[in-house]
């Protein structure tokens, strides 16, 4: 019976540890948000200070390009779009940088505009995103190919 009671208490730990571990983030947090469904997600919008980092193989050496910008996200439920509030030649002034689908552990899914090498135009790819703890500061990285890797540094204002 004792080792029957044992189990079950330690079943029970692991369960609760588990259920917190999946989802940090607790109503009421800051920086959050509780979604109809009663997930809570990071609450992306605002102004958020944007870092563009581009490199990219042209034969015979790497070349590196980085840039500034401000992108505004605004948030509905767990879908975020971005906008360049700067612009450059890649993506205008007011138009969409990045957007996506918040989960209740970060990104389900995110893509970012960049100069596609492979077709010479701007595209949206699929990206992958992490948001530090305290949702102040977001890591987007993308590597559409084996020469281009492109990489956005978002830290909110």
């Keep these: 019976m004792k080792r029957i009671l044992i189990i079950l208490i330690i079943g029970f730990v692991f369960v609760t540890v588990q259920a ?12 959050t948000v509780t979604l109809s469904t009663g997930d809570v997600v990071y609450d992306l919008n605002g102004e ?17 390009e980085t840039k500034k910008d401000i992108v505004k996200i605004t ?19 007011n138009q969409e940088t990045v957007k996506g689908e918040l989960e209740k552990n970060g990104f389900r899914k995110v893509y970012i505009v960049i100069w596609d090498t492979n ?22 990285k ?3 190919n084996n020469w281009q890797k492109n990489m956005i540094v978002l830290n909110r204002k």
């Design 48 to 64: 958020w200070d944007a870092v563009y980092d581009s490199v990219v193989y042209t034969f015979p050496n790497w070349e590196r």
């Design 20 to 31: 917190q571990m999946d989802n940090p983030l607790k109503k009421g947090m800051p920086n």
């Design 119 to 140: 077709v010479l135009r701007a595209s949206w790819a699929p990206s992958k995103a992490e948001i530090s703890e305290d949702g102040n500061k977001i890591v987007v």
């Design 75 to 93: 948030q509905e439920g767990n879908q975020f779009v971005g906008i360049k509030l700067v612009g450059d030649e890649i993506v205008g002034k």
């Design 142 to 144: 993308c590597h559409p």
